[in-house]
């Protein structure tokens, strides 16, 4: 009787743990769901800024922190805006002069949910016991990636090419400003760094 | 001779005219104008997202395997709790590049102006590359929070920001109607110093 009951529990086991091998082996592995909280609007400002110039890569990195170092990919959107809100105007004689703003480059991380993607991170200092890279590490190397594709904008001249830009949109658009003298005298733009202003 | 002189004096008084007309405010001026000036982005919204890392637990689990894992876990000493946020940025602009000449009516002896701006259009204007921690407990047997675990947790925040922000129209129309106002008030003022009393509004 013992046997019979001994044998029911084995065979019900193995039945069990033969299901969740099969099923460990075959089911389609689902993603694991995060708890999130719904999304929440924390601000709207208004502004009235040009754009001249929009920038989109996809960037491999290989970085270390701290003896920690990661291999990812990141897709960053860069923008070149100027804020038309704070034109500075001066009039010289009949001639009322426009200057370009310095410019705001923009560079973020693109929204997409897979615009950042980890291929390896590993602790180069300690391989037995490997510490995992932190959140606060993590945010220091992507500032300087942040840094790093600034100084690439520059570098490339997409600064210099989207002021040139700015000066062609605000030319016409100025042009019949009225000055001091109303539409006597002429308005011009004037870029007063053609190279841009780097931070 | 006499006659001579009659013709270079109505040439002489009437030049100044004649050229002034070309002074003239054109629609097609105006149009070009404000054609060139391509994407003026006017309203900006600032989007926050809160997500968590913990370890599964065995009432939230689904499917079999998902269980045996709440369990295996549940049975681990200790603590695994990551709470990350970060922003997402929506844009609201208009592309002056969509401008028609017919959108631009200008009435050079009333100097009233009608422009028909093209309609609001949202964008997203990328997140924040960094993720912020605003709490962190890992205590006892449990393992640290990964960056590829905090990857995927941000991939997952940035699709559901996508849908509820993105894919739903009401929640961007405070941004839509932010910008509207401020184009309106804007191409208003900037018309008014051409010399126009502006009527602004969207197709």
Known sequence: MIMKWIKIIVIVLAAVLAYYVVNMLTAERKEREYKTKTARIKSIEQMVELCTLDVHEEVPLKDSVNGKWIVARQTIEGRVRFDLDSLKVEERGDTTIVYLPP?????????SPSAYEIYDSW???NRLFGRALTAAEENTLKRRWQKNVVKRVYDRGYVSRARRQAVESLTPLFRQMQGPFGKEGPVIVIDPTPSGTRR | MKRFNAIFFVVLFFFPILTGCGEKEHPVDVYHRLRDVDRLELSRMTVGKV????????????GFSGKMEALFDAMKPGVRIGVYSYDTY???????????PEDVVIDSETKTAEIHLPPVRVMTDGREPQLHEVHYRVTGMRSAITPAERAKLKSQMAAEVKKQMVGNGAATEALRESAEAKAKSWFTDLLENWGYVATVDFK
């Open chain 2, 51 to 62: 997500g968590m890392i913990s370890d599964p637990v065995f009432s939230e689990a689904n």
């Open chain 1, 103 to 111: 410019e705001r480059v923009d560079v973020m991380e693109s929204a």
């Open chain 1, 123 to 125: 602790d180069a200092s």
């Open chain 2, 90 to 100: 929506l844009v609201a602009y208009v592309d002056l590049a969509q401008l028609r």
